[in-house]
T-cell receptor, first 111, second 117 residues
């Protein structure tokens, strides 16, 4: 069945460091791919998405490219801020429209 | 506009009692989803509604769990005879109608934190 494997955390970085959170998936067909973010004490928010191979999703300085050949959708940001501290979830949109989530990666950015 | 709302925000109940959780989706969103977030299991899909029908109930963990949606809008998730392992945050999401198998963006509510004593 469809599944998402996400880099385990926590990830601790200093402000202005480069961020990569790895995400790979297993799926039949051509799923949509998403990154959601959960800030402390808040609900899940969509960060970015990509709906087909080679699409790049981007938002708030974060980027992820849908790579069909490596079945990956890694999240990157060139310079993180303290305000980026949150839990990040990679997700796959399956044939029945439900989202299948990775386990989440806690990012802590220190000043 | 208004986002997805859920009530109550917190619910504490005793083992064996029934609980009802409510979700109000974004106006005009025909698709509605319930998920559960717990420490041990992460984020799990429970059920999906398209309009008032539920074509995918595959995530409901037992027959103690049921959900309904009326008028293509509000949904209620009911847990009967609650158990301690039901303690979790229950999340609702909604999206526009899905066409051609394309999963549209799901917008999540703030969740209901359920604690079963």
């Amino acid at each position: 069945g469809n599944s998402v494997t996400q880099m385990e955390g926590p990830v601790t970085l200093s402000e202005e460091a480069f961020l990569t959170i790895n995400c790979t998936y297993t799926a039949t067909g051509y799923p949509s791919l998403f990154w959601y973010v959960q800030y402390p004490g808040e609900g899940l928010q969509l960060l970015l998405k990509a709906t087909k191979a080679d699409d790049k999703g981007s938002n708030k300085g974060f980027e992820a490219t849908y790579r069909k050949e490596t079945t990956s959708f890694h999240l990157e940001k060139g310079s993180v801020q303290v305000s980026d501290s949150a839990v990040y979830f990679c997700a796959l949109g399956g044939a029945t429209n439900k989202l299948i989530f990775g386990t989440g990666t806690l990012l802590a950015v220190q000043p | 506009g208004a986002g997805v709302s859920q009530s109550p925000s917190n619910k504490v109940t005793e083992k064996g009692k029934d609980v009802e959780l409510r979700c109000d989706p974004i106006s005009g969103h025909t698709a509605l989803y319930w998920y559960r977030q717990s420490l041990g299991q992460g984020l799990e899909f429970l059920i999906y509604f398209q309009g008032n029908s539920a074509p995918d109930k595959s995530g409901l963990p037992s027959d103690r769990f049921s959900a309904e949606r009326t008028g293509g809008s509000v949904s209620t998730l009911t847990i009967q005879r609650t158990q301690q392992e039901d303690s979790a945050v229950y999340l609702c999401a909604s999206s526009l109608e899905v066409l051609g198998g394309y999963t549209d963006t799901q917008y999540f509510g703030p969740g209901t934190r359920l604690t079963v004593l």
